[in-house]
DNA sequence: GACCTGATTGTTAGG
DNA sequence: CCTAACAATCAGGTC
């Protein structure tokens, strides 16, 4: 019984267009809500669309400590099998953190953040310039972005005196 | 064999 | 200002 079409991308019921929103403003609580009516969480669900380098959203705070947190689920919870479980458990965990613990992880997300703005420049160069797009394969080792040395400076600045 | 779904929160960009 | 969607993961489920 598949709700959709096995291969579409997500095909979403009328009812999306009749219940767009129905909860209150700031809790996302409802999204959840709309994923089991609309279901169109994150997935590969792109009508194809032409994008030499995707400049995918930097993962967030929370998908950081996440990435380590399936981790270490995993190695307690080898068992387990569903991406849910770790989800939830990373979810109530994240929030039992101290805001001195997020820090170091909002820190990554806001590298991240910055690595995807630069992505984001190259991104918007080659959709700005579309009749280079035969170039672009030829070119793209040399043009690009000027200043891609190796500068990576992990400072780990962290005055955790917020408490 | 291939593609989608679930669940968590945060961030991001557009209207 | 607010809204909507998407970011990773991974195995199960369906065609």
Request: proline letters at 7%; aromatic letters at 6%.
């Amino acid at each position: 019984m598949r709700p959709t079409k096995g291969k579409g991308p997500v095909k979403k019921d009328t009812k999306e267009a009749l219940k767009p929103v129905e909860d209150k403003v700031g809790k996302r609580k409802a999204v959840s809500n709309v994923s089991k009516s609309s279901k169109r969480q994150a997935t590969k669900a792109k009508p194809a669309k032409k994008d030499p380098n995707k400049p995918k959203r930097p993962p967030s705070a929370f998908f950081v400590f996440l990435e380590e947190f399936r981790k270490t689920y995993k190695l307690e919870h080898p068992n387990n099998k569903a991406v849910s479980a770790v989800g939830k458990a990373g979810g109530e965990k994240w929030k039992s953190l101290s805001p001195a613990e997020k820090a170091p992880y909002e820190a990554k997300a806001a590298k991240r953040k910055t690595e995807y703005e630069k992505v984001m420049t190259s991104y918007n160069k080659k959709q700005e310039s579309v009749d280079d797009e035969n170039d672009e394969e030829s070119d793209k080792s040399k043009s690009e972005v000027s200043g891609e040395d190796d500068e990576k400076s992990e400072e780990e600045d962290e005055d955790d005196d917020d408490e």
